[in-house]
């Protein structure tokens, strides 16, 4: 099944997406920390109320997470063009939620940075509270997937080892367009994921290529913290990043930017200036 947030007027509403039209979940404003797998296995759709696709407007898949957990260098071929040694354990950094934005609002250039870069992601949504998960029982905690593209400001994020300050920046970090559930999906590291910038293909590659897999990821993220429903985890990114080429591409104003994961769906942002 897919799932998505969407807002038509001033209400917002968690709505299953079938075919051309959603239909809202009764009393439910958004996907997160309400809606966990087994509500999604037995969605409280309302009577009688339906909505084409194209007459709402779709929010991120999860608006407010409680937490977004994010991998860097975590696909061979970013590693190597990164030039550093491969990760023998997770390289993790977090993002905050005013960072999310729709999988079709336009991604937000800050004027403070000449060096807005692209990343396209698979995400995972939790859908079951995870302590201490064993790979082989991780993917019963995920609720679905959605495709992200994990926009980086890289003159902020080389300031310090650290790399919050160019990952976090508001309405730059595209999540969407659904939340499609894993029996529709399948094996989540059997995807091809692509990303297009103004049409031109800049990253192409596959789930399977993960350095850490979706299964490794959640069970070692649940060893040192409970992941809660609606929590997001960012998979990290294939080689093809802006920052990496020769000459260097990075986003401007009016750019378009589209990232497609198959069997999840496709984003596309135009970006703009703040």
Known sequence: MRFASCRVGERRFAAVVEGGEVRPLAGIAELGADTDADLLADPPVEDGTAHAL??????????????????GLNYHA?????????????VLFTKF?????????????????????????LAVVIGR???????????????????ANDVTVRDYQYKTHQWLQGKSWSDSTPLGPFLVT?????????????????GERMQSSSTGLLIFDVPTIVSTLSEFVTLEPGDVILTGTPGGVGYRRDPQVFLQPGDRVR??????????????AE
């Open 54 to 71: 194209e007459d709402v407007e779709m929010l991120p898949a999860v608006p407010r997470p409680g937490k977004i957990i994010c991998l």
């Open 97 to 121: 939620a005013e960072s999310l934005v729709g999988p079709y609002a336009p991604i937000v250039k800050p004027p403070e940075s000449s060096e807005v870069d692209y990343e396209a992601e």
């Open 182 to 198: 894993p029996d529709e999906v399948g094996d989540p590291g059997k995807l091809d994921i692509t990303l297009d910038l103004n």
């Open 259 to 272: 990232v497609e994961i198959s069997g999840v769906g496709a984003i596309e942002n135009e970006v703009v």
């Open 129 to 147: 509270a995870a302590r201490r998960v064993a790979p082989e029982h991780a993917l019963e905690f995920v609720a679905g997937y959605a495709v």
């Open 78 to 90: 970013h590693v190597e063009e990164t030039r550093r040694d491969l990760p023998t354990y997770p």
